[in-house]
């Protein structure tokens, strides 16, 4: 027996280990990394798909599970951040899928399936009155602000630290370089006094505010009543456009968060799962905005895109949310993402742990930090080295997520899923939670 004092390992070191661990334990993951990496720059043609020492190759998906390269299955709690709310291989959607196929890709006019998939939106999101569809919700987010520009005469877009719109519009980290250039101003998110006073100042100068109504991909922050009271009342006064960004929270209630809150934006874009697992983006809005894009209109705006209404999305995205994510769907889905949300709270509750797990309905963040979240800046607390060890630790478990701590829940989780990453979160905070704490001083 090993005597004498225990020397305590850092977050850092224990980090380290899990990564020596987890690459034994994926080779054939490592040999396609390396091989990529001659022809992929960092292997992968999406940024937000690496983590270190390498990610694992994933071969297959059905239902709640994913297959990787070297044979292991995991319990997929990332679920292509939110674009994979169906789950993998639903035989609907699948269906569907294969129909549109055999009836032609690229037939180059509007479809059946186009116009029943616009109404059904319209129908759906109460302050979607048209919409028009793009291929991701990044190109959504770019067509409505320069909607917002053009019909509005002036310049200036009003964002928030910590908002992801898509790769030239986010706002979650410093370097912003490849952001479209736009006059933007970026302010503090769930500060509504701010808010207010910066669109009554730039007012003459500014079209519009983008905004998230939940920060997603800035850590789970759910914007609060006030603030987004806020927003809407002081564009409405100052003519400004109100733009929410519902790209991912479209999916937290029948009529998307904006519903569940009874505030309206002008314009709302979408994205991730609406297309049913195919590229897919839209945007829409008031009737009087949207119209401007109406070619029957003198002087009207182009909105050109060569696969806007392709076959295989206009299937999948009807089918889904026509036949699968259908209203009571979406309650159930928000009710156990709650749920699990709740439970994970309660065992680092139990555990004194550090750790707190933010977000709303199916979608959620984990955050190893005692302080306070209300914008992004309040999640630097949290260590690099525990969202590390976090991951690794859950990837050797069998369980997929993000390196950020990003946990969504699909309609293909049931009970057991959500139990069994309950039970590993507390296994993890037994193990880990006395070094957290200690980095966190």
Same mark, same amino acid.
């Given at each position: 027996?090993?005597?004498?004092?225990?020397?305590?390992?850092?977050?850092?070191?224990?980090?380290?280990?899990?990564?020596?661990?987890?690459?034994?334990?994926?080779?054939?993951?490592?040999?396609?990394?390396?091989?990529?990496?001659?022809?992929?720059?960092?292997?992968?043609?999406?940024?937000?798909?690496?983590?270190?020492?390498?990610?694992?190759?994933?071969?297959?998906?059905?239902?709640?599970?994913?297959?990787?390269?070297?044979?292991?299955?995991?319990?997929?709690?990332?679920?292509?951040?939110?674009?994979?709310?169906?789950?993998?291989?639903?035989?609907?959607?699948?269906?569907?899928?294969?129909?549109?196929?055999?009836?032609?890709?690229?037939?180059?006019?509007?479809?059946?399936?186009?116009?029943?998939?616009?109404?059904?939106?319209?129908?759906?999101?109460?302050?979607?009155?048209?919409?028009?569809?793009?291929?991701?919700?990044?190109?959504?987010?770019?067509?409505?602000?320069?909607?917002?520009?053009?019909?509005?005469?002036?310049?200036?877009? +009003?964002?928030?630290? =910590?908002? *992801?719109? !898509? &790769?030239?519009? @986010? #706002?979650?980290?410093?370097?912003? /370089?490849?952001?479209?250039?736009?006059?933007?101003?970026?302010?503090?998110?769930?500060?509504?006094?701010?808010?207010?006073?910066?669109?009554?100042?730039?007012?003459?100068?500014?079209?519009?505010?983008?905004?998230?109504?939940?920060?997603?991909?800035?850590?789970?922050?759910?914007?609060?009543?006030?603030?987004?009271?806020?927003?809407?009342?002081?564009?409405?006064?100052?003519?400004?456009?109100?733009?929410?960004?519902?790209?991912?929270?479209?999916?937290?209630?029948?009529?998307?968060?904006?519903?569940?809150?009874?505030?309206?934006?002008? +314009?709302?874009?979408? =994205?991730? *799962?609406? !297309? &049913?697992?195919? @590229? #897919?983006?839209?945007?829409?809005? /008031?009737?009087?905005?949207?119209?401007?894009?109406?070619?029957?209109?003198?002087?009207?705006?182009?909105?050109?895109?060569?696969?806007?209404?392709?076959?295989?999305?206009?299937?999948?995205?009807?089918?889904?949310?026509?036949?699968?994510?259908?209203?009571?769907?979406?309650?159930?889905?928000?009710?156990?993402?709650?749920?699990?949300?709740?439970?994970?709270?309660?065992?680092?509750?139990?555990?004194?742990?550090?750790?707190?797990?933010?977000?709303?309905?199916?979608?959620?963040?984990?955050?190893?930090?005692?302080?306070?979240?209300?914008?992004?800046?309040?999640?630097?607390?949290?260590?690099?080295?525990?969202?590390?060890?976090?991951?690794?630790?859950?990837?050797?478990?069998?369980?997929?997520?993000?390196?950020?701590?990003?946990?969504?829940?699909?309609?293909?989780?049931?009970?057991?899923?959500?139990?069994?990453?309950?039970?590993?979160?507390?296994?993890?905070?037994?193990?880990?939670?006395?070094?957290?704490?200690?980095?966190?001083?």
């Amino acid at each position: 027996m090993t005597t004498g004092p225990v020397r305590t390992r850092t977050l850092e070191q224990l980090a380290a280990d899990a990564a020596a661990r987890y690459a034994a334990a994926n080779p054939l993951s490592q040999a396609s990394f390396e091989r990529s990496t001659n022809y992929l720059p960092g292997a992968d043609t999406r940024t937000v798909n690496h983590y270190d020492p390498f990610p694992v190759t994933i071969v297959r998906g059905e239902g709640s599970r994913l297959h990787d390269l070297d044979g292991h299955v995991y319990v997929d709690f990332l679920n292509d951040y939110t674009a994979g709310l169906y789950g993998h291989s639903n035989p609907a959607i699948q269906a569907a899928i294969v129909d549109a196929a055999g009836r032609g890709l690229t037939l180059g006019g509007p479809s059946p399936n186009q116009q029943e998939f616009a109404e059904l939106i319209c129908r759906r999101f109460p302050s979607v009155e048209r919409v028009r569809f793009t291929n991701s919700g990044t190109e959504a987010n770019l067509m409505a602000v320069s909607l917002a520009r053009a019909v509005t005469y002036r310049e200036g877009v +009003l964002v928030f630290d =910590g908002a *992801y719109h !898509g &790769g030239p519009l @986010s #706002f979650v980290g410093p370097d912003r /370089r490849l952001n479209v250039p736009f006059p933007w101003t970026v302010a503090d998110y769930n500060d509504a006094e701010s808010a207010r006073s910066l669109i009554a100042e730039r007012a003459t100068d500014l079209a519009c505010v983008l905004v998230e109504p939940m920060l997603a991909g800035g850590g789970c922050i759910p914007g609060t009543r006030v603030f987004l009271n806020a927003l809407r009342d002081a564009t409405r006064r100052a003519g400004v456009l109100l733009i929410f960004d519902e790209v991912q929270t479209s999916r937290l209630a029948p009529g998307g968060l904006q519903e569940a809150l009874d505030i309206h934006a002008d +314009l709302t874009t979408f =994205g991730k *799962y609406l !297309g &049913g697992g195919a @590229s #897919f983006g839209a945007f829409g809005g /008031r009737a009087d905005l949207m119209d401007r894009f109406d070619p029957r209109r003198e002087n009207h705006l182009s909105h050109p895109g060569t696969h806007n209404n392709n076959s295989l999305t206009m299937a999948a995205g009807l089918t889904g949310l026509r036949d699968v994510f259908t209203p009571d769907a979406v309650r159930r889905l928000t009710v156990r993402g709650d749920a699990l949300r709740a439970a994970l709270n309660g065992v680092a509750a139990a555990r004194d742990a550090p750790v707190q797990v933010t977000g709303r309905g199916s979608i959620m963040t984990v955050h190893f930090q005692r302080a306070p979240i209300r914008r992004r800046a309040d999640v630097a607390h949290t260590p690099m080295a525990a969202r590390d060890l976090f991951q690794l630790e859950m990837l050797l478990a069998g369980f997929y997520m993000a390196r950020r701590g990003f946990v969504t829940v699909s309609l293909a989780h049931d009970d057991e899923d959500c139990d069994a990453l309950v039970a590993a979160f507390d296994a993890f905070l037994a193990r880990h939670a006395a070094a957290i704490d200690a980095a966190l001083g």
